[in-house]
């Protein structure tokens, strides 16, 4: 069975400012890279639990997507009773930890 994917507002803003840092209404190759990010989100639909958990705290887990040096952390929590995902968080990942109490 699916999961719903439920786009927190704080990685809307992160999407939204990785959107403006990258350019990507200007360019083709950004805009693609991009989509690519945001799909990968979607994709948490089937099989959530099949990434790492974070180092930041057990219950969160963190897709990667991009290839160094651009890659980025999908930062989620899975609510199994609810069937459902919350992408939390969507950052540089080469960032440092983040204090998990504000992400939650």
Same mark, same amino acid.
């Given at each position: 069975?699916?999961?719903? @994917?439920?786009?927190? /507002?704080?990685? +809307?803003?992160?999407?939204?400012?990785?959107?403006?840092?990258?350019?990507? #209404?200007?360019?083709?190759?950004?805009?693609?890279?991009?989509? #690519?990010?945001?799909?990968?989100?979607?994709?948490?639909?089937?099989? /959530? *639990?099949?990434?790492?958990?974070?180092?930041?705290?057990?219950?969160?887990?963190?897709?990667?997507? *991009? +290839?160094? /040096?651009?890659?980025? +952390?999908?930062?989620?929590?899975?609510?199994?009773?609810?069937?459902? @995902?919350? @992408?939390?968080?969507?950052?540089? #990942?080469?960032?440092? +930890?983040?204090?998990? /109490? *504000?992400?939650?």
């Amino acid at each position: 069975m699916a999961y719903v @994917v439920r786009i927190t /507002p704080r990685a +809307r803003r992160d999407l939204a400012n990785l959107f403006k840092e990258i350019h990507a #209404g200007e360019s083709e190759t950004a805009w693609t890279w991009y989509q #690519g990010l945001k799909d990968a989100a979607l994709t948490l639909e089937r099989l /959530p *639990g099949r990434s790492a958990a974070t180092p930041e705290n057990a219950r969160l887990r963190h897709l990667l997507y *991009g +290839r160094k /040096p651009h890659s980025y +952390r999908i930062i989620y929590r899975v609510l199994e009773k609810e069937k459902q @995902v919350n @992408v939390l968080h969507i950052r540089h #990942g080469a960032r440092q +930890r983040f204090k998990s /109490p *504000g992400i939650e």
